[in-house]
């Protein structure tokens, strides 16, 4: 290690992956703009948070956290033509607030 490395590292930051409790608030986040698959998700946080990245392990256990604990539901759908179908996750009517509350609380760890 030398001093340029250390440089390196604030220019161009190494991605940082979000935790459960981070993941969960962001799918929310999410879900309160609409449906999305998983996919979608992912794109987005790499489109609009660049220095963070979400492993597909974490957010598999988010939507299936949220689906349990029915703050969220989903749906299959079969693209036209061929392709696989994909699932769809909307959030649950009665969770707007929860959902609202834990991203807003999101967005202020994330401005810190």
């Not at 991605?15 to 449906?35: D, R």
């Not at 689906?67 to 994909?86: D, F, M, N, T």
């Not at 996750?89 to 967005?107: E, I, S």
Request: aromatic share 10%.
């Amino acid at each position: 290690m030398n001093f340029q490395d250390i440089y390196d590292f604030f220019e161009e930051p190494p991605p940082q992956y979000l935790s459960k409790e981070l993941a969960t608030a962001y799918v929310l986040a999410i879900l309160l703009e609409g449906e999305s698959s998983s996919v979608m998700m992912m794109r987005q946080l790499e489109q609009h948070y660049q220095s963070y990245r979400l492993s597909e392990h974490v957010l598999r256990t988010v939507l299936e956290f949220l689906l349990s604990k029915g703050v969220s539901q989903s749906r299959w759908e079969q693209p036209q033509g061929r392709g696989r179908p994909c699932r769809l996750y909307c959030l649950a009517p009665d969770d707007r607030v929860l959902a609202q509350d834990l991203a807003q609380r999101r967005h202020q760890y994330s401005a810190v």
